[in-house]
């Protein structure tokens, strides 16, 4: 799921242990970037893939548990995303309910910054790998898209794709049966022009990848959510 150097996310609304870790973490070998809250960190999560959330429970605004769940539920790209979460709560329930919700590892404050470096590359240990968790290619009837090229092809033939297309379909096809909203799409693609230009973009790879693109039969509308890739 990572590359060479893991970037993590770290979420806390203590500005004082906040950039230690930033800092710390930094020291130790991982790209880190830090949010002061669960909508900071929503923002930021909709533009990048992070490999690691280092997440605090008892923050302003909404709950860490709640943030947890969202993301778990699918809320955002990275629902798999794994979750090490900060408390000062220490009981065992906490822990429970905590892990429950979908967190890869638990620590209670104050900790000692050694063990959350150790335990952190633990649940990394724990992740698959890339080539296992993302498709290689996308079938869809007689067109193949390749991944790791960003190459469609009908039989030995290329369709050209421009820029906007492709990373469009790549980021639908590794995610296939799942529904993007608009606004994700239109942050992870940095597109100018927002929400719109993501329907303007659907459409023309619709005239490129549907036999008719008024009935798509693999880039499908789901009403009042986004978009999702269903390749066979």
Known sequence: MFQEVPHIL?????DRLRDLLQKYLSENGF?????????VARAKMAGISFDLLVLDLMMPGEHGLDFASSIREGALVSKNVPILMLTAMGETDDRITGLETGAD?????????????????????????ESESVP???????LRFDMARAELKQGEASIALTSGE???????????????????LSARLAMDGGERAIDVQVNRLRRK?????KSPRYLQTVRGQGYILRPD
């Open 10 to 14: 770290v979420v806390d609304d203590d």
């Open 31 to 39: 790209r880190v970037t830090a949010a002061e809250n669960a909508q």
């Open 166 to 184: 492709e990373n469009l379909l790549r980021i639908l096809a590794e995610m296939p049966g799942r529904t993007l909203s608009r606004e994700e």
């Open 105 to 129: 590892d638990y620590m209670a404050k104050p900790f000692e910054p050694r063990e959350l470096l150790l335990r952190i590359k633990s649940v990394l240990k724990r992740v698959p790998a």
């Open 209 to 213: 990848i549907e036999r008719d693109p």
């Open 136 to 142: 290689k290619e996308a079938v869809m009837g007689d």
